[in-house]
């Protein structure tokens, strides 16, 4: 079993909203995620309130093998 870091949309149309999930790789991109590390809203005014992710699910993902995304990966950069 691959995991992998991605976004998963949520939200309306114009107003995008995006989950930061653990899931399979072979999973479309509404499949049931395995674990909810955080979220990321792009249109929130202030930095601090556009990602937020729980360190000790990251973590313990990361350690496990599960690969971040390349969008994730910056997203988590700027978490830091």
Do not use: C, F
């Not at 993902?61 to 700027?78: F, M, Q, Y």
């Amino acid at each position: 079993m691959a995991v992998v870091l991605r976004l998963q949309r949520i939200g309306k149309r114009t107003q995008p909203h995006y989950r930061i999930v653990a899931i399979e790789k072979t999973s479309g991109p509404h499949g049931q995620p395995l674990e909810v590390i955080g979220h990321y809203n792009p249109k929130a005014a202030k930095d601090k309130e556009k990602v937020t992710i729980n360190a000790d699910m990251l973590e313990r993902w990361v350690k496990t093998g599960a690969k971040p995304s390349d969008t994730v990966e910056s997203l988590i950069n700027r978490a830091r």
